[in-house]
C-alpha cells in the first residue's frame, strides 16, 4: 500500500504559478502510475495529468497543455504538478492518487487505487 499526501496549494492570482506536492509513504512512489485529479465545486471529479512509475511517459488534458507539468522524483518519492498561466476555472480541490502496474497511465478515475486527502488551489480573477 502507499499513503498520499498533497501541499503547496493555495490562492493565487490568475496568470500566477502554483507547485503542488504529493509525498508518498510505504510502497516507493516508483512502483505506482501516478496522477493529478481535480473537483470543482458541484462538477465531477476530472483527470488531469499522470506520469508512469518510470518518468518516461506522461498525459495531460488539453485545457492544461502547455500550462502544467506533472514529474516525479524517486529519491523524495515525491511527484509534483507545476501549474503555470493558473486560469479562475482551473480552481478546485487537486487530488493525488496512484495505480499499478506502473508503467499504465491513463485518464480514468477508477484506474486509481489510493488517494490522497486533497489540496485547495484557488484562482482568483
Known amino acids: 500500500q502507499v499513503q498520499l499526501v498533497e501541499s503547496g496549494g493555495g490562492l493565487v492570482q490568475a496568470g500566477g504559478s502554483l507547485r503542488l506536492s504529493c509525498a508518498a509513504s510505504g510502497r516507493t512512489s516508483s512502483s505506482y502510475a501516478m496522477a493529478w485529479f481535480r473537483q470543482a465545486p458541484g462538477k465531477e471529479r476530472e483527470f488531469v495529468t499522470a506520469i508512469s512509475g518510470s518518468g518516461g511517459s506522461t498525459t495531460y488534458i488539453d485545457s492544461v497543455k502547455g500550462r502544467f507539468t506533472i514529474s516525479r522524483d524517486s529519491a523524495k518519492n515525491t511527484v509534483y504538478l507545476q501549474m503555470n498561466s493558473l486560469k479562475p476555472e482551473d480552481s478546485a480541490v487537486y487530488y493525488c492518487?496512484?495505480?499499478?502496474?506502473?508503467?499504465?497511465?491513463?485518464?480514468?478515475?477508477?484506474?486509481?487505487?489510493?488517494w490522497g486527502q486533497g489540496t485547495q488551489v484557488t484562482v482568483s480573477s
Open positions: 492518487a496512484a495505480a499499478t502496474p506502473p508503467n499504465i497511465i491513463a485518464p480514468r478515475l477508477q484506474r486509481y487505487d489510493y
